[in-house]
């Protein structure tokens, strides 16, 4: 059977030095409202070591008293954080806390990212923490580059077992795939219902297998194999599709390619995910590419690309304007694609978007495979 395993949510300790009790309880409020990842603040006498430290440079001591947390708390990332730039090269965390904006920085930070560079009187900002393994510093301009770009990988939905599985659905016929001889899946389109021959574990793990030999045989109409059926097409092919894309986007989108949700999934009968309720709010209402989305909803991006591999896969994601310009050579490829994280919606890019959803609206033009979703989506 289909399980609903749920991903554990990351803890991050973290430790507040210099800051009033005003501050920090604007940060508690933040993180009570964030399920992503669990901040667990921390006080000096604990014991625990702190991931992310954040001092007051505006308190009295200021950079003095960051210097000793930095030397303090030598494993772990020491913010600065204050309203104006620090005079020292160090992370920089800025005021006043912004509640969109706030996990967005402090992954960045925790990645190393959002230093601030004091480098011959000149201040760059941001520019990636330096680490051992580095031979020569970064110049101003790839500093800025690396700090606000995320390399994320792609994979195409039409290999491996995912693939075959979405194959025998379209070919609307009874079909069973195996896997080294024996049986994984067995596909009966007529009846929207599939057997899942192998437990959760061994299913999941064949769809992260980038190569794998899948052969599909015709199951017999004289064959009491669809007795067997266990699961719906829909709840099979969303959990196959969120354990394939393993935090990578699903081919053919780019971070340029602007989507929406063309209906809410029904998520009680198919298998959680983190961040899905909030996803599924807003992108029913509005048309986004991953770059807006990843700045408009600061979420975890491996969350983000798996909701929209299984959203996509399933037919509940609608892509209103795939870019194909020539930059794409830069910007993505088969494997992997650069997601700016600097990127903010502009209201040209939102009017386009819409203009492009009503006009795909008004044409309703859709696959053999869309067809054949939108008649399971309504069952």
Same mark, same amino acid.
């Given at each position: 059977? %289909? &399980?609903?395993?749920?991903?554990?949510?990351?803890?991050?300790?973290?430790?507040?030095?210099?800051? =009033?009790?005003?501050?920090?309880?604007?940060?508690?409020?933040?993180?009570?409202?964030?399920?992503?990842?669990?901040?667990?603040?921390i006080s000096p006498t604990s014991g625990d070591k702190p991931e992310l430290v954040i001092v007051d440079g505006d308190s009295s001591g200021g950079v003095a008293t960051w210097q000793k947390a930095k030397a303090d708390y030598r494993n772990s990332t020491v913010v600065f954080f204050s309203e104006s730039p620090p005079s020292v090269t160090a992370?920089?965390?800025?005021?006043?806390?912004?509640? =969109?904006?706030?996990?967005? $920085?402090? !992954?960045?930070?925790?990645?190393?990212?959002?230093?601030?560079? *004091? !480098?011959?009187?000149?201040n760059i900002q941001p520019a990636p923490a330096k680490t051992k393994s580095e031979q020569a510093p970064s110049s101003p301009q790839n500093a800025t580059h690396r700090a606000t770009e995320l390399i994320i990988p792609r994979f195409d939905p039409d290999a491996g077992l995912?693939?075959?599985?979405?194959?025998?659905?379209?070919? #609307?016929?009874?079909? *069973?795939?195996?896997?080294?001889?024996?049986? @994984?899946? @067995?596909?009966?389109?007529s009846i929207s219902r599939v057997w899942v021959a192998i437990n959760s574990e061994q299913l999941k793990t064949l769809c992260r297998q980038n190569h794998i030999t899948v052969e599909a045989k &015709? %199951?017999?109409?004289?064959?009491?194999?669809?007795?067997?059926a266990n699961a719906t097409i829909i709840s099979t092919l969303w959990q196959m599709a969120l354990w394939t894309a393993n935090g990578r986007l699903v081919q053919p989108l780019t971070? #340029?390619?602007?989507? !929406?949700?063309?209906?809410?999934?029904?998520?009680? !009968? /198919?298998?959680?995910?983190?961040? $899905?309720?909030?996803? $599924?709010?807003? +992108?029913?209402?509005?048309? *986004?590419?991953?770059?807006? +989305?990843?700045? /408009?909803?600061?979420?975890?991006? $491996?969350?983000?690309?798996?909701? %929209?591999?299984?959203?996509?896969?399933?037919?509940?994601?609608?892509?209103? #304007?795939?870019?194909?310009?020539? %930059?794409?050579?830069? #910007?993505?490829?088969?494997?992997q694609?650069?997601?700016d994280t600097s990127a903010t919606p502009n209201e040209e890019q939102m009017r386009a978007a819409g203009s492009q959803q009503a006009a795909n609206k008004q044409s309703g033009q859709s696959g053999l495979l869309g067809r054949l979703m939108k008649k399971l989506l309504n069952k």
């Open positions: 059977m %289909i &399980s609903n395993d749920l991903p554990q949510v990351k803890t991050v300790k973290l430790l507040f030095i210099a800051m =009033d009790e005003q501050q920090q309880a604007m940060f508690k409020m933040a993180f009570k409202m964030h399920n992503t990842t669990n901040y667990e603040v992370p920089y965390l800025a005021k006043p806390i912004k509640f =969109d904006t706030l996990f967005l $920085s402090l !992954r960045n930070l925790l990645k190393g990212n959002g230093v601030w560079v *004091v !480098r011959g009187g000149n995912l693939g075959a599985f979405r194959k025998a659905i379209y070919q #609307q016929k009874n079909t *069973v795939l195996l896997v080294d001889g024996k049986p @994984a899946l @067995a596909v009966f389109p &015709s %199951i017999p109409e004289d064959n009491n194999m669809q007795e067997r971070p #340029q390619s602007v989507f !929406r949700l063309r209906g809410w999934p029904n998520l009680t !009968r /198919l298998a959680p995910l983190p961040e $899905s309720l909030r996803l $599924s709010a807003f +992108l029913t209402k509005t048309a *986004v590419n991953l770059n807006m +989305l990843y700045k /408009l909803l600061p979420l975890d991006m $491996s969350d983000i690309l798996n909701y %929209i591999a299984a959203t996509y896969l399933t037919d509940y994601l609608v892509v209103t #304007q795939q870019n194909t310009s020539s %930059i794409h050579t830069t #910007q993505y490829s088969s494997t694609a650069t997601v």
